[in-house]
């Protein structure tokens, strides 16, 4: 169990992130579980490109030819820890404008797109 | 569907999607021993082949590129789904017509004590500064062009909290910012096209490389990174000032 | 370094945990800002030092302001209404 052991963490953020969402009473709660979902596969990437007694894969004060850790997916999570953050502000702009037509934060209570 | 039904539902699918879950990762292999070819190879040939030395910056701008180009897009287009979204609506243009909108009359508070204003101001300058200086130096240690542009972007903020409002507005609303964000998303798929007209691929690396460990190395990477990171900025930055724009108009009219 | 590693897992998941159960949005956004630290300093004994740069300007900087400035939005326009309405009832 404890050779997978960051693989079964990741899994219980995504799930965690999950019931955030289903169980949130406010916009702004909802955004944030859905961050916590994204943090989950930074937990995945990581173990899966981690090496035991890899040193980091910067040469600028080591030579090459020392064993490092994957860099492939460090390139991965660069971007994607960025785009999360824009990815966020356009959410919290539609919650924002949700709130301000529909009068109320609670998703179960925005009634405006009824027919 | 009542929020009980709706958890029972969720905690039914949960369940099947963990035991799927184990069942799946009970082949793979122990944690910590990374047997991938690719890592390797990347991190012995990047010092030689690019002239860089950060490697994950090498991947992200050169060697996988392309995928960073579509990222930066993702970017541009959630700032300007912001942009969209928050914008005055008509109701709100037609009042500001005429109660009238001029950020020179905009108050300092004095409720703020001098010392925490002068210090913040300082220190804005000094962000500046490094967020420069970490976006510019990316192909040798860890920083690069996303990392540079965010941390330029919170500066304005500093601003803001030393309720410096009139500084803060002059800023955030000039015309350059929008011009900036787009020139530097347009600019990396121009780099590309440089190297069209050298004969090579799209986005292959196609200026000097330099020696390695000089700020001027690398080739494109060190251009595509500062691109990238006048583009984030300059993003990061439209989205604050929308955010707050209603607020900003609204403390000046309370001063009136 | 191992254990180090494994307890920092183990803080991250009861965080997780944490702050999908919290109620006010307040004190979700400074659990938030507490988690992507925990991030931070878990890609830094990881090896990964770009990435936690990364993580620690967008997860604990970017990240809750844009929170906070939604927040501030919403409620200021909650402001504004109640404000309007009062005076619709003078008129």
């Not at chain 1, 992130?17 to 916009?27: D, E, P």
């Not at chain 2, 928050?86 to 709100?92: G, M, Q």
């Not at chain 2, 109660?99 to 020179?104: C, F, I, L, M």
């Not at chain 2, 020139?183 to 292959?204: M, N, R, S, W």
Request: proline letters at 4%; glycine letters at 10%; charged letters at 15%.
């Amino acid at each position: 169990m404890l050779v997978h052991y960051p693989y079964y963490v990741a899994a219980w953020v995504f799930l965690c992130g999950l019931y955030g969402i289903v169980r949130s009473r406010h916009l702004v709660h909802t955004v944030i579980s859905l961050a916590v979902l994204q943090t989950s596969t930074y937990v995945l990437l990581l173990a899966i490109g981690f090496r035991k007694g890899g040193s980091a894969p910067i040469f600028a004060d080591i030579s090459p030819g020392v064993i490092t850790v994957d860099p492939i997916v460090q390139a991965l999570m660069l971007t994607d820890v960025v785009v999360e953050a824009t990815v966020v502000a356009l959410l919290l702009a539609m919650a924002v404008k949700a709130y301000e037509q529909g009068g109320t934060t609670r998703p179960d209570d925005l009634r405006f797109m009824r027919g | 569907m009542s929020e009980k039904r709706r958890l029972l539902l969720f905690l039914v699918g949960a369940v099947g999607v963990a035991a799927v879950y184990c069942a799946g990762i009970r082949n793979m292999p122990p944690w910590g021993t990374y047997r991938g070819p690719y890592g390797d190879v990347i991190a012995s040939l990047a010092v030689f082949q690019r002239h860089a030395t950060d490697t994950v910056n090498a991947i992200t701008y050169d060697y996988r590129g392309f995928d960073t180009l579509g990222e930066e897009f993702i970017l541009f287009s959630a700032v300007t789904g912001v942009m969209l979204l928050l914008r005055p609506e008509t109701k709100e243009k037609r009042r500001r017509a005429t109660e009238g909108e001029n950020p020179a009359s905009f108050r300092d508070s004095a409720a703020l004590s001098e010392t925490v204003q002068v210090f913040t101001t300082g220190v804005f300058g000094f962000s500046v500064l490094f967020g420069i200086y970490i976006g510019t130096h990316g192909q040798l240690t860890p920083g690069g062009g996303f990392q540079g542009g965010v941390i330029i972007a919170a500066a304005p903020m500093l601003l803001y909290v030393a309720e410096n409002f009139e500084a803060f507005h002059r800023i955030l609303s000039h015309p350059l910012m929008e011009l900036m964000e787009a020139l530097g998303a347009a600019a990396y798929a121009v780099v590309g096209l440089i190297a069209l007209a050298f004969g090579a691929p799209f986005l292959t690396n196609v200026l000097p490389l330099g020696k390695t460990g000089d700020v001027f190395s690398s080739g494109t990477i060190a251009l595509i990174s500062a691109l990238v990171g006048v583009e984030v900025a300059a993003g990061f930055m439209l989205v604050t000032f929308e955010y707050l724009r209603e607020i900003l108009s609204r403390q000046k009219n309370e001063e009136d | 370094m191992m254990i180090l590693g494994v307890g920092l897992l183990a803080l991250i998941a009861v965080s997780a945990f944490v702050i999908v159960r919290t109620d006010d949005v307040t004190n979700q956004l400074l659990a938030l800002g507490f988690y992507g630290l925990l991030f931070a300093l878990m890609f830094f004994l990881f090896q990964a030092p770009d990435v936690a740069l990364s993580q620690i300007t967008v997860g604990a900087i970017a990240l809750p302001l844009m929170f906070m400035l939604a927040i501030t939005r919403m409620k200021h326009h909650g402001e504004l209404k109640a404000e309007r309405k009062t005076e619709k009832r003078d008129e």
